[in-house]
């Protein structure tokens, strides 16, 4: 069973950075990030594809850098110039075969979560 490890999560204020860390039990073909907020549906962040092919949320467009160690089969999300909009559960997801990789609900495997908490 393929496991998902996150790490990095905290609260910064607005303007700040963060940098999270999705460590994998094995290689995934394509792994990223989703968010969601209390009360709101999921949302898909940011996915790396083999090769390093990454897909960005128009909303986080040139704040949000996603990249793939896969020596280490581990994935990260640099944040910066956080937005108190962007507070939220930030979960880590693998292996969606959709031509849409920021559609959540295809991914197959999910890790627990690390909260984001950007104070204005």
């Known amino acids: 069973r393929v496991q998902l490890l996150e790490s990095g999560g905290g609260s910064v204020q607005a303007g700040g950075s963060l940098r999270l860390s999705c460590a994998a039990s094995e290689y995934m073909y394509s792994i990223g990030w989703f968010r969601q907020a209390p009360g709101q549906e999921r949302e898909g962040v940011a996915v790396i594809e083999d090769h390093s092919r990454a897909t960005y949320a128009d909303s986080v467009k040139g704040r949000f850098t996603i990249s793939r160690d896969n020596a280490k089969n581990t994935i990260y999300l640099q944040m910066n110039n956080l937005k108190p909009e962007d507070s939220a559960m930030y979960y880590c997801?693998?292996?969606?075969?959709?031509?849409?990789?920021?559609?959540?609900?295809?991914?197959?495997?999910w890790g627990q979560g690390t909260q984001v908490t950007v104070s204005s």
């Open positions: 997801a693998a292996q969606s075969y959709s031509s849409d990789v920021l559609r959540w609900s295809d991914y197959h495997y």
